[in-house]
């Protein structure tokens, strides 16, 4: 089927876009989760709250994370016309995805360069962890993944044709989700490189931060669906499909249930026992990180999906 | 130089999908590919219960946000303010598609024509036009312009209730309707400055609609 309102029957009513897809969401979450996660593990790492070994496994992944979401982006472009992808820097001066481009690609450079001073045969670069030239990457690196995670929310709030979208809070909304996801991610990290123990000790900063990351996500949530339910016609059709109507399932039991509700009463219940010598309470910590990152995937998904135009006359 | 302007009429449209089906015949375009539409809406309850037909088509926008959201700069603006698709260096984003409040532009990924798979010496040369995986829209038929023909629209329309004319001329036909009757533009509020008016009765108005 071609892309567009292509069925659409020849009568004036509201309607949804439909050809940014569940590709342009997960790209939307995943290179916003994983510049939320190379954020906070720089910052943690200044803090000297988690080690050399867990911040460089977490670029690692987030990197992978950042090429796959990539990926998906690439394959939602035209086939045949999307070998001419480069031609996505042309227009920074007006286009928000042209921008986004420059700042995905800077951001993965910036990756790739702060990650070759620990592969083998690299190691004697001059801009190591504690160089200034080293300094100077993860500073940069810190500033693009900001820009990065404001970005996925600024790309839709710059259109004025879904009113769904077309608010500054959308970008605030998709910042905190993108550090939520990213500080999600990092227990997980630090469980697949040093196991349960490490837990203990990194979770008297991480615990209460993603407890009070999931509560003011959830409180954000709460103020934007308000916000647009009292807003234009498109806008509360919007908020109709989503908490009652086709996206209902999506939004109440994903993004709601498993994304919010779930990991903070999983942590809220688990952060208090003994880590190091429970792996059943680790894997309770674990399943609410992962639950995090599918709340994180559905919000951006079902927003996409209930992005209505308003009436064209 | 000229600035392409385009009034429809709501008040002589009778919704016969006239201008549909030319544009259709003179652009080839894919099945389930509108260029031209004309949606309907009912009205009022029984026995007072009409409908009412409103031809919608690229306003052709002096801001375009289809052309602003653009990261390729494929969608530019001719002189004369029509707003065209450079499928050459179109990479099948879908922004414009999400950008433009008229929900215009659609993306053809190459799929069958008409008749399935195989398709008719017609669709063969009239989808040769179109390049797989990129944006299109009305183009204001602007190979009829350049030629000072109207488009195939305007020129379908039995009822007279599409016209185009230059609406830097105050002796045009367009700008002579506008004198002559109430107009509107679509989402004006959205800044977009269409140069597109529906007219709606008789009463006159600004040249230039919103001006």
């Known amino acids: 089927m071609s892309k567009g309102l292509t069925t659409a029957p020849f009568t004036l009513e509201l309607r949804a876009q439909c050809h940014w897809d569940w590709k342009v969401a997960f790209y939307l979450y995943g290179a916003g989760s994983s510049a939320g996660l190379i954020f906070l593990e720089l910052l943690l790492r200044r803090w000297d709250v988690i080690d050399e070994a867990t911040a460089l496994w977490g670029m690692w992944i987030g990197l992978v994370l950042a090429l796959v979401s990539l990926a998906f982006l690439f394959t939602h472009l035209g086939p045949s016309a999307r070998w001419r992808f480069l031609y996505v820097f042309r227009k920074p001066a007006s286009s928000w995805i042209a921008r986004g481009a420059f700042i995905v690609t800077v951001l993965v450079l910036l990756r790739i360069l702060i990650l070759l001073p620990s592969v083998p045969?690299?190691?004697?670069?001059?801009?190591?962890?504690?160089t200034n030239g080293g300094a100077l990457l993860r500073a940069g690196a810190m500033l693009f993944a900001f820009a990065f995670m404001a970005y996925s929310g600024l790309v839709l709030s710059s259109w004025n044709s879904i009113a769904f979208w077309n608010t500054p809070l959308l970008p605030i909304l998709y910042v905190a989700y993108s550090f939520l996801a990213g500080l999600g991610a990092l227990p997980l990290v630090v469980l697949a490189t040093h196991?349960?123990?490490?837990?203990?000790?990194?979770?008297?900063?991480?615990?209460?931060?993603l407890l009070l990351l999931l509560a003011l996500n959830g409180f954000l949530l709460l103020i934007y669906i308000w916000g647009m339910a009292t807003a234009t016609v498109a806008a509360r059709e919007s908020v109709r499909r989503l908490v009652s109507g086709s996206q209902r399932g999506s939004f109440w039991i994903g993004v709601v249930g498993v994304g919010l509700v779930l990991p903070f009463v999983m942590i809220g219940l688990a952060a208090g026992q003994e880590l190091a010598n429970n792996p059943a309470t680790t894997l309770w910590l674990a399943t609410g990180c992962g639950a995090i990152q599918i709340g994180g995937f559905l919000l951006r998904d079902s927003f996409l999906r209930v992005g209505i135009y308003g009436y064209p006359v | 130089m000229a600035r392409w302007g385009f009034t429809v009429d709501l008040e002589r449209c009778v919704g016969c999908m006239g201008c549909v089906i030319a544009c259709k015949a003179e652009n080839g375009t894919p099945p389930s590919i509108h260029w031209m539409k004309v949606v309907e809406k009912e009205e009022g309850e029984y026995p007072y219960a009409k409908r009412t037909f409103t031809p919608l088509r690229c306003n052709h926008c002096a801001d375009a946000p289809c052309a602003r959201s653009c990261p390729t700069g494929a969608i530019v603006k001719?002189?004369?303010?029509?707003?065209v698709i450079d499928q050459d260096v179109?990479?099948?984003?879908?922004?414009?598609?999400?950008?433009?409040?008229?929900?215009?532009?659609?993306?053809?990924?190459?799929?069958?024509?008409?008749?399935?798979?195989?398709?008719?010496?017609?669709?063969?040369?009239?989808?040769?036009?179109?390049?797989?995986?990129?944006?299109?829209?009305?183009?204001f038929c602007y190979h009829r312009i350049d030629e000072g023909r109207p488009p195939a629209c305007v020129e379908s329309c039995p009822a007279d209730a599409l016209n185009y004319g230059d609406l830097e001329d105050p002796e045009s036909r367009i700008n002579e309707l506008l004198r002559q009757k109430n107009h509107f533009r679509p989402r004006e509020e959205l800044g977009?400055?269409?140069?597109?008016?529906?007219?709606?009765?008789?009463?006159?108005?600004?040249?230039?609609?919103?001006k």
């Open chain 1, 121 to 130: 045969g690299f190691t004697g670069l001059p801009w190591g962890e504690e």
């Open chain 2, 192 to 210: 977009t400055n269409p140069s597109l008016f529906y007219l709606t009765g008789k009463g006159g108005g600004k040249v230039g609609g919103g």
């Open chain 2, 78 to 83: 001719r002189p004369d303010g029509i707003v």
């Open chain 1, 195 to 209: 196991g349960g123990e490490k837990m203990g000790a990194v979770g008297s900063i991480l615990w209460p931060s």
């Open chain 2, 90 to 139: 179109c990479i099948g984003v879908m922004a414009c598609m999400s950008a433009c409040p008229y929900y215009v532009p659609y993306r053809w990924d190459g799929e069958d024509g008409y008749y399935g798979e195989e398709k008719v010496p017609y669709e063969t040369v009239k989808y040769a036009a179109f390049k797989k995986g990129t944006a299109q829209k009305c183009h």
